[in-house]
């Protein structure tokens, strides 16, 4: 029988909840006796080539192609896991939910202390992706079917919700796997 | 307007003896002189009343009616009940709009015209209607919106617009001349006629022990919503310790689609006052409150002029009706517009001069009340039927309605029928009677209670109206065909949102977040995971909440997702995960505009 696929995928996040996950160190040897790795920077692999079991998902919504990106996970996988603070509330790229969009880019780009940007342009290349008002958790824009809180969310309990997740149980995750300060 | 306003809160504080608890009247005063409150303002109420300025700020920003923000000399208020709005309220709206040139919430340029939406009037079986300052304007059109706007910018009163009114000098006659009673069928209790002073000459021929066993006798229950039995009220009160008891009447009418004690007070008084004063009588009272709904202030006159009449008639002040030593008089607070401020304690503290937020109970008011005296707050339509049982006695009155809800009952009608108005009936009536009753027969919801009561479909019509059963302050809402049950729900949910006094979070916070719920499905993003949602969030306000509107104020959507759920699955959408309250188009808006390029959609 073919192993299960899973799916891993950084949105508006820091990538630190992907490098939580190699922290589970040698047992990523493992996992992937487990599993093998569909769409995921892990393997590089930039599109779905099939139904995947597991989706990890890390960040928000900040831009147009985060929310598409998420919809093809929904759409490709069983169980869908918001992966990390930034992909359950928003994070800390959603601290700039309170100010205008154009305020955002005009700091960033143009008036911001460190920022040297002679010309004053704000980079608008077709290419990029347009920004969302406001960056949004997983859960306003898809069904999310577990929340693994945490930033990052420790080795050892990604590791449990995974495995359980493979097993089509409900992870246990230890008071200390879940205690942050 | 007074040109002094030191000098005009100074005379408006003497008048009522600096007495602090008269803080809502001097506020009010000083609103309706100068069209705000102003900073200024509260610091010479509070001098003069020798308050902190915080309880000044805190009542003048907590009721509807008071505003620190200066509001045009003319005030209109549109009812945005659900009564009124499928009668096309919106398009009056519009037209108002449209001929002041503002929008709701705002003020002509010239300072001179205030465009409000306000909670449901009273005004149900007249609606589309509007509060123009106090005068009532009813069976509003657009046209009629547009010709009302014309006058007022033209620089004409209020009271202009009700000429007929305006220039009636007797006081009753005048109320008629504004609004209709629209009394569809009269009963025995309520709307039959007694000669004034009869009932408190019988009790006054008895002890005050034997009016209340009279009134246990007669199984009368409390019609103000909760039918809380009246003579064990009575009692409590009477045996409570303290040097000094109160009767208040609770005419604060906010239930949207309820105004029968509008018609009460405009029709009968003097069977209220004859109840107050048996009730004072009763519990050993010398001072009674009529507690006025803002929105009524055109009934204040009238009310003033039967009280002044009862005076001189020896029915209230000094040794009432020649008994030495029973004194008892009455005095009329007139609220400020807040829904919570039906709810006994709230009231209390209202009548007080505070904001009006409810009290923990227990101790209840008939124990702790009016200036944490011992109080009994009775419904109008209570007193009434209490003067009714001491003239006619208790077995006539108990031998109408049921074994546990004696009596006739006063309706309120309004909606999709044939015949809107007040309707006294026994209890007992089935809703199909009711519904054959008013015209309604087409029904597709009847909305017992108001939107803190019952809700029900055809498949409930053989229940009956009485305690036991469906209860009803008086409010009966019907919905005919074609009517979106879930619109309906979320119009409820705006009047709860609204009217939530903040004190407690499952109220404020939950009724906004359901709110949101409703509005989402009815615009068709909603998924089946919201239902569950919403059935799960609406338990936690109703059991979390501090007073009877948070615990009632999510049945508009229980039993909208219990007798009406093919209304709502109509609207959601299907569960493929994609939450489709996202709306993506609207999230990019910003973006498009300031990188003026569309976005490309795969
Ligand atoms: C939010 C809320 C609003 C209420 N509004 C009214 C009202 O407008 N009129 C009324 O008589 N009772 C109202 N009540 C019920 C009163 O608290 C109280 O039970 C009633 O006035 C007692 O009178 P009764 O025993 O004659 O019914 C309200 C209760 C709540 C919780
Ligand atoms: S949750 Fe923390 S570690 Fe994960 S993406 Fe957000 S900021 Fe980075
Ligand atoms: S339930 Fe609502 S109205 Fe009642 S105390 Fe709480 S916030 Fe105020």
Redesign the pocket.
């Known amino acids: 029988m073919d192993k299960p696929k899973i799916a891993t995928a950084s949105l508006a996040g820091c990538f630190g909840c992907h490098m939580s996950l190699l922290d589970i160190d040698e047992r990523i040897l493992k996992l992937i006796e487990l599993v093998d790795f569909d769409k995921s920077p892990i393997d590089d692999l930039k599109t779905f080539t099939g139904r995947c079991r597991v989706g990890l998902v890390e960040g928000g919504c900040a831009n147009q192609e985060n929310v598409e990106v998420l919809r093809d996970f929904r759409k490709h996988c069983d169980v869908l896991v918001a992966l990390g603070d930034c992909a359950t509330m928003g994070g800390l790229p959603a601290m700039r939910n309170g100010i205008p969009l154009r305020e955002c880019l005009e700091e960033a780009y143009r008036d911001g202390l460190t920022v040297h940007n002679p010309s004053g342009t704000i980079p608008n290349d077709p290419e990029i992706p347009l920004l969302l008002d406001k960056v949004r958790p997983l859960s306003d824009v898809v069904k999310v079917d577990v929340f693994l809180p945490g930033c990052p969310p420790p080795a050892d309990a990604i590791w449990e919700a995974v495995t359980a997740l493979l097993e089509g149980r409900a992870p246990n995750l230890t008071y200390d796997q879940l205690k942050y300060d | 307007m007074p040109t002094d306003l030191a000098v005009f809160i100074q005379d408006r504080a003497r008048e009522h003896g600096g007495d602090r608890t008269r803080l809502l009247d001097v506020v009010r005063a000083v609103q309706e002189a100068f069209g705000h409150v102003s900073s200024e303002a509260m610091d010479l109420v509070a001098q003069a009343l020798s308050v902190r300025r915080v309880e000044v700020e805190g009542v003048v920003s907590y009721y509807a009616f008071l505003s620190r923000e200066p509001k045009g000399q003319v005030v209109i208020r549109l009812s945005d009940c659900p009564s009124c709005r499928i009668h096309g309220m919106e398009a009056v709206g519009a037209a108002f709009e449209e001929a002041l040139g503002i929008r709701f919430g705002g003020t002509t340029p010239d300072g001179r015209i205030t465009l409000e939406h306000t909670p449901c009037i009273g005004l149900c079986d007249q609606g589309p209607a509007a509060l123009v300052n106090e005068v009532p304007i009813t069976r509003l059109t657009p046209g009629k919106a547009r010709e009302v706007s014309r006058l007022l910018v033209a620089g004409r009163t209020p009271w202009d617009l009700a000429p007929k009114a305006r220039d009636t000098a007797d006081p009753v006659a005048r109320v008629h001349a504004l609004v209709d009673s629209n009394i569809r069928k009269e009963g025995l209790v309520v709307f039959a006629p007694m000669p004034p002073g009869q009932a408190v000459r019988k009790a006054l021929a008895g002890t005050p022990e034997a009016v209340i066993e009279e009134v246990k006798a007669s199984r009368l229950c409390?019609?103000?919503?909760?039918?809380?039995p009246?003579g064990l009220?009575w009692e409590f009160a009477r045996k409570a310790p303290g040097d000094a008891k109160y009767v208040i009447c609770?005419a604060?009418?906010?239930?949207p689609g309820t105004f029968k004690d509008r018609v009460i007070l405009t029709e009968n008084p003097d069977l209220v006052f004859e109840g107050m004063t048996l009730a004072a009588y009763a519990i050993g009272a010398a001072e009674g409150i009529v507690y006025l709904r803002a929105e009524y202030e055109y009934l204040r006159a009238h009310l003033e002029a039967v009280l002044a009449r009862r005076r001189t008639e020896g029915l209230l002040g000094r040794a009432v009706a020649g008994r030495a030593g029973f004194d008892f008089d009455i005095r009329i607070q007139v609220g400020a517009g807040a829904?919570?401020c039906?709810?006994?304690s709230a009231l209390i503290e209202s009548a007080e001069g505070k904001r009006g937020v409810p009290r923990n109970r227990p101790p209840f008011p008939v124990t702790v009340g009016y200036l944490d005296k011992p109080t009994s707050?009775?419904?109008?339509e209570?007193f009434c039927c209490a003067a009714r049982v001491v003239d006619t006695g208790a077995s006539c009155f108990s031998c109408v309605g049921s074994i546990r809800s004696t009596g006739t009952k006063l309706l309120s009608v309004s909606g999709d029928v044939a015949r809107p108005g007040i309707y006294e009936v026994q209890f007992g009536q089935s809703i199909r009677e009711f519904l054959e009753m008013v015209g309604g027969e087409d029904a597709i919801a009847v909305q017992v209670g108001g939107p803190?009561g019952t809700c029900i479909g055809p498949a409930e019509f053989e229940r009956h109206i009485a305690f036991e059963d469906l209860a009803t302050?008086g409010s009966m809402m019907v919905f005919g065909p074609g009517r979106d049950m879930v619109q309906v729900a979320a119009w409820f949910m705006d009047f709860f949102v609204h009217e939530s006094c903040g004190w407690c979070t499952p109220c404020r916070v939950g009724n906004v977040l359901i709110r949101e719920r409703v509005q989402r499905i009815l615009a068709g993003r909603g998924v089946p995971a919201d239902v569950a949602y919403l059935e799960t969030l609406c338990t936690t306000v109703k059991k979390m909440s501090r007073?009877?509107?948070g615990q009632t104020s999510p049945n508009p959507v229980v039993f909208g997702l219990k007798n009406f759920r093919p209304a709502w699955e109509a609207h959601l959408g299907p569960d493929d995960g994609l939450n489709p309250a996202f709306d993506m188009d609207a999230a990019l808006a910003d973006a498009v505009r300031i990188a003026g390029r569309e976005p490309v959609h795969p």
């Open positions: 409390g019609r103000g919503g909760a039918g809380f009246a009220k609770n604060d009418e906010g239930e829904y919570i039906g709810e006994e707050v009775n419904n109008v209570t803190s302050g007073c009877g509107l």
